[in-house]
């Protein structure tokens, strides 16, 4: 199998800027907590796997942090909306690396497995999409062997919609798509309590 290139899109676990539906109803400092052990699981999964990964930070890059793992490299993300940047982080990394597979992954997820990640690039063999669908009618997982900018764009990101649009665009360019199984993303109170792990 190919050797798969991992994008990761964090941001700096600062109170008041993550998690901020969860906040509504646990708290700021409850919320930062549950986002820093995401974080600390996501660095866990990279360590895991031994994937090239480049890590893009929403701001400021973070140093000293579960990221500062010898082989990731770290980015900021472009300017725009998310769609924006995901596109870039794809093509900038497809131009460093010449990667024939590249993953981009999130933070949001805490039962996201290497099995997950191996799973989702041997899928890549035989499509050109391969999408971990998540609990919200979004995406958790995408994973691409070339980079295809209508995906990125005319998406309202964060609804529900995101996931039922991007396979008609899927559909539109011709593309072959498959799936992985659908994951939780954790954004919400419900989210968090359908999520059995004691240690969130």
Not at 98 to 121: P, Q, T, V
Not at 129 to 139: F, R
Not at 148 to 167: A, N, R
Request: hydrophobic residues 35%; glycine residues 6%.
């Amino acid at each position: 199998m190919t050797e798969a290139k991992l994008i990761v899109f964090v941001k700096q676990p600062e109170i008041g800027k993550v998690k901020t539906r969860l906040a509504k109803d646990i708290g700021e400092e409850k919320a930062l907590q549950i986002y820093k052990k995401l974080l600390k699981k996501t660095a866990e999964l990279i360590e895991e796997s031994h994937w090239p990964t480049f890590v893009y930070y929403k701001d400021q890059i973070g140093k000293n942090d579960h990221f500062s793992i010898p082989w990731v490299i770290k980015k900021t993300q472009s300017e725009g909306d998310l769609g924006k940047k995901m596109h870039d982080a794809f093509v900038e990394v497809k131009e460093e690396t010449e990667a024939d597979k590249i993953i981009i992954i999130g933070s949001d997820c805490y039962d996201l497995s290497l099995e997950h990640l191996e799973i989702a690039a041997q899928k890549l063999d035989n499509n050109d999409v391969v999408i971990g669908p998540s609990n919200d009618g979004g995406y958790y997982l995408l994973g691409l062997k070339s980079i295809y900018k209508k995906l990125f764009s005319g998406i309202k990101w964060s609804t529900p919609e995101v996931l039922d649009k991007t396979i008609e665009k899927c559909n539109s360019l011709g593309l072959k798509i498959d799936f992985i199984e659908q994951l939780i993303d954790i954004d919400t109170l419900d989210d968090l309590n359908s999520i059995n792990h004691s240690s969130l």
